[in-house]
Nanobody
Framework: QVRLVESGGGLVQPGRSLRLSCVAS????????MSWYRQPPGKEREFVAT????????NYSDSVKGRFTISRDNARDTVLLQMNSLKPEDTAVYYC?????????WGLGTQVTVSS
């Protein structure tokens, strides 16, 4: 079955960096683009970034553009999110999303808290 497992979240001070990882299984990783979404406390889930099948194209929300970088390692079925210059408003649960033919699959998420 499809499984997405995120890791790398934690508590970090403003201005610092974190790198999130998502390991995928249960489908052919290179056949699909991959995305990151997040859900801030008390708010709706929102798009963060997406990457095409072989990493040739990426897209970001305006709120993270220039600070976050999405990448993928197809040899390890892994998608990464490098987050730099973190701000308190980046505090959220971050989810890895695979848009498969049968529907969108979500991981359980990893908590990122940006606070001094």
């Amino acid at each position: 079955q499809v499984r997405l497992v995120e890791s790398g979240g934690g508590l970090v001070q403003p201005g610092r960096s974190l790198r999130l990882s998502c390991v995928a299984s249960g489908f052919i990783f290179t056949e699909f683009p991959m995305s990151w979404y997040r859900q801030p406390p008390g708010k709706e889930r929102e798009f963060v970034a997406t990457i095409t099948r072989f990493g040739e194209s990426t897209n970001y929300s305006d709120s993270v553009k220039g600070r976050f970088t999405i990448s993928r390692d197809n040899a390890r079925d892994t998608v990464l999110l490098q987050m730099n210059s973190l701000k308190p408003e980046d505090t959220a649960v971050y989810y890895c999303v695979a848009p498969l033919i049968t529907g969108n699959y979500w991981g359980l998420g990893t908590q990122v808290t940006v606070s001094s």
